[in-house]
């Protein structure tokens, strides 16, 4: 499990800037630096949704983070293995395009 803070306020699943999915993958297969990740998990919130926590786990500062950026030294057989992960991107954000792992530190 992994301290996560999420500052994407446009996802369903941000609850308080707490995950309330309960895990999420991080993308980015090729990735080199940070803005090549993202956050496949990120579902657009729409105006009238509030968020899915109540449908789903309660909003947790520890969550599961599987990822996929081989190049990342925080990637261990597809899991992250740091202590904390910053899952960014703007309250305007409507893709898991604009979205990133801050997280991300080549190996």
């Known amino acids: 499990m992994v301290d996560l803070k999420?500052?994407?306020?446009?996802?369903?699943?941000?609850?308080?800037?707490?995950?309330?999915?309960?895990?999420?993958?991080?993308?980015?297969?090729?990735?080199?630096?940070?803005?090549?990740?993202?956050?496949?998990?990120?579902?657009?919130?729409?105006?009238?949704?509030?968020?899915?926590?109540?449908?789903?786990?309660?909003?947790?500062?520890s969550i599961s983070v599987d990822c996929e950026a081989e190049k990342c030294r925080y990637n261990s057989n597809y899991r992250c293995t740091a202590k904390h992960v910053d899952i960014r991107g703007g309250c305007n954000s409507c893709d898991c395009k604009e979205t990133s792992c801050a997280t991300f530190q080549e190996k």
């Open 6 to 61: 999420c500052s994407v306020t446009s996802c369903v699943y941000n609850t308080d800037n707490l995950c309330s999915k309960g895990d999420i993958m991080v993308g980015g297969k090729n990735a080199s630096q940070s803005k090549d990740t993202r956050c496949e998990s990120f579902m657009y919130k729409r105006e009238d949704e509030t968020s899915y926590s109540s449908s789903t786990c309660h909003p947790c500062q």
